[in-house]
């Protein structure tokens, strides 16, 4: 890919912003007509690929058609793929067309193109090219057309649609009334935030971005420092990565790295953060840990500092040792498995000049207390929550909704890195910036998948600046599931054998 190609797919919009792009072009020069001849034509030759991988010879092909430029871009679709001697129909749901999407109506007739009510276009069809509505819906179908989209919905044809799955919101994801499932998106230009939302997953089946040229000039000319967006890409994540080693190069270069985690109830916790930290590369562990579990740790991680501290009866923490040399750490990370009976440690830790990961127990005890003691850190933080804990630290905040709005808010709140895990996490900066990771897999739903991410992420900011180190961490975790996935088994994939895939990960994408 070219540099270019490697900016624009990272670039993230509204649809007010993808407007403003757009009327940039056409303002500069170029017709309106000749950019949807040119996406439609990339359009088709992406979905004839599709149709051959798929095995499917000549299919006889649906289009749906709406009334403005989604409509359009459809009709030229279905236009071109007549030339090429495929079998085409159109249904047009609605009755007035914009203008220019009405001469390509036209024009199609002319050219011998039935059109056909949904039911005769339904049972004639092999599969449906969805045009119904492009970027910028906002009220919800109802009526009628909402009993179309289920007969399509129902149909079981493939769908694919051009932009975004008719009826989902262009920038939260949601569902406005009902959308129609495509197992296809043809993304067009630059990627929507609907197809990094949890909530649009469902209804976009395999994504793809279609770059139909847009001038990095005019993307940097609309968006807002302040409120972009950014996919995690490969060559994102692994920009950083790996750390330079001179020769000269020694243990203490590499970063400190100091663990908070582990009770008796939950022992694995310990010994899993401890296993992504390793990944990381970090020159120099410690674990502290309850008194009892350090003979469980040290034939784990020979090569951790294994730090036993007071315990409660529960087994818990119940303090950190008064000998702690906070200066020897470049980063320190608190919470899995370390239970609410260890309260009396986040305090301390709070108060340091380290920049501090907090996951799990740690979030919740950082609830008890009140987010607000973090605006008088002098140090970064990160919050790692999931949905749960992050509604208990954030009561006002919806985070199943519009994800990435929310990590925005959360972030500006309390000053810190917010990372909402999903199946699109979403990452927040105190800049303004959100940051989407692309893809993952639901084989990491398995308890400790959550904690060998703390430990990874803690090595990385031990070594790196907050802001990279998170997207890589995010980025490479979630690569280890997939791969994983692949390897072993669709069950999912337990936490201690994601572990053994962090390596391979990088070392595929450095190769």
Known sequence: MTDRQNQISEVVVTAAEMRAIENRLFAAGMPVAALMEKVAGLVTRRMRAEWERLGLTLPKVGVIVGPGHNGGDALVIARELYLQGYDVA?????????????SHAEYGKSLGIPWLSLEELLQSCDLLIDGLFGFGLERPISGDLAEQVAQINQSKKRVFSIDLPSGIHTDTGEVLGCAIRADYT???????????????????????????????????????????????????????LPLPRPLLFHKYKAGHLLLVCGSQEYAGSAILTGLGARASGVGMLSIAVPQSLKPLLVPQLPEALIIPCPETDTGAIAELPDTLNWDKYQAIACGPGITRSAASILPPLLQTSQP??????????????????????????????????????????????????AVREASQQTGAIVLLKGARTAIGSPTGTVYLNPESTPALARGGSGDVLTGLLGGLVAQLPPEIAIQSATWWHAQAGILAAQERTALGVDAFHLTQYLAPVVQRFLM
């Open 186 to 240: 043809f993304c067009l230009g630059l990627w929507k935030r609907a197809c990094l939302q949890d909530g649009a997953l469902e209804f976009l089946g395999k994504v793809e971005l279609v770059d139909f040229g847009i001038p990095l000039g005019d993307i940097e000319a609309v968006l807002a420092e302040s409120s972009r967006c950014y996919r995690i890409t490969g060559q994102r994540a692994i920009a950083a």
């Open 90 to 102: 159109v249904t047009q749901p609605l009755g007035k067309l914009k203008e220019l999407t009405q």
């Open 356 to 405: 501090l990961i907090l996951d799990a127990d740690g979030l919740n005890l950082l609830s008890d207390l009140g987010i607000s003691l973090l605006k008088g850190r002098s140090a970064p933080t990160l919050l790692t929550p999931h949905a749960g804990e992050f509604k208990r630290l954030f009561p006002e905040i919806n985070p199943t909704g519009d994800r990435i709005q």
